[in-house]
């Protein structure tokens, strides 16, 4: 069993990406630059943007955080949408989502103008991706692909079994792993919550996705002796003898799926940090577009 360390690939890329920022910067153009909006006061958001503005610092880009209150107005949020694709110093930028209940996400990720969504949720990025056309990949199911390649995981032919049907990571990654070349050519299954006899389907998968949200689901009985586990799953439960209160569990039962692996993603430490490296590769590529670079 090989364990994917998603810290040693996502800090390999964003060396990448820094040395990329530092040559575009000795030929004479602005750093790229990525903007987050924030609204109201959820905790794991908070948290989430402050990471995000991190990782910014590391590679060389400008950041900026705009937070708005809990009680920000749709016309509010449309102003300030409307004012960062106008601005063309920004390259892209993200509205962390949830949104309060009274703001509607689906018209926030409408509103984001196609060549600044680095998050890659509008529906125009979408089709374009579903099509094999360049476009920004969202940033989780980006991350996975290159977790595959990065280890070799050999993708052709492969049975991939997905669960979970979101789609800011189910779809897209069933949709990309289905596609032609590597990392792809597999023969997908996606699986949800109506799916029947889960575990003998989850059970043919060569590479199995899981991305449900349910704490530790996936068990030994239900994986394929050699199959690769990708754990996209994050759920924090209570840990009253940690110092931080808590701990993540992933959707799989790490401990004891592990040893019928050939490639298993641990949680913390697997998926969680290529997505926010992927956030930067969309925004390189955004700025780049922007700033006319093509070599
Ligand atoms: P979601 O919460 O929007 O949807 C869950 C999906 O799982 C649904 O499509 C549902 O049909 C399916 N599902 C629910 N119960 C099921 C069951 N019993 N059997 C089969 N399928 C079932 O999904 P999401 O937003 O993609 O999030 C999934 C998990 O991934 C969460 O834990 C989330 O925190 C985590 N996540 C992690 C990252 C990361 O960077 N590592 C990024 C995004 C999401």
Known sequence: MKLIDGKEVSAALKRKIAEEVEQMVAAGYRRPKLVAVLVGNDGASQVYVGHKERACGEVGFDSEVIRMSADTTEEELNAVIDRLNADDSVDGFIVQLPLPSHLSEQSVIERVSPSKDVDGFHPETTGRMISGLDAYLPAT??????????????????????????????????????????????????CHSRTKNLKEVVKSGDIVIAALGIAEFVTADMIKEGATVIDVGITRVEAPERKSGFRLLGDVKFDEVAPHCSYITPVPGGVGPMTIVCLMQNTLKAARKHLGITK
């Open 141 to 190: 199911p980006a991350g996975i692909l290159e977790l595959i390649k990065y280890y070799g995981i050999e993708t052709a032919g492969k049975h991939c079994v997905v669960i979970g049907r979101s789609n800011i990571v189910g779809r897209p990654i069933a949709n990309l792993l289905s596609m032609k070349g590597y990392p792809g050519d597999c023969t997908v299954t996606l």
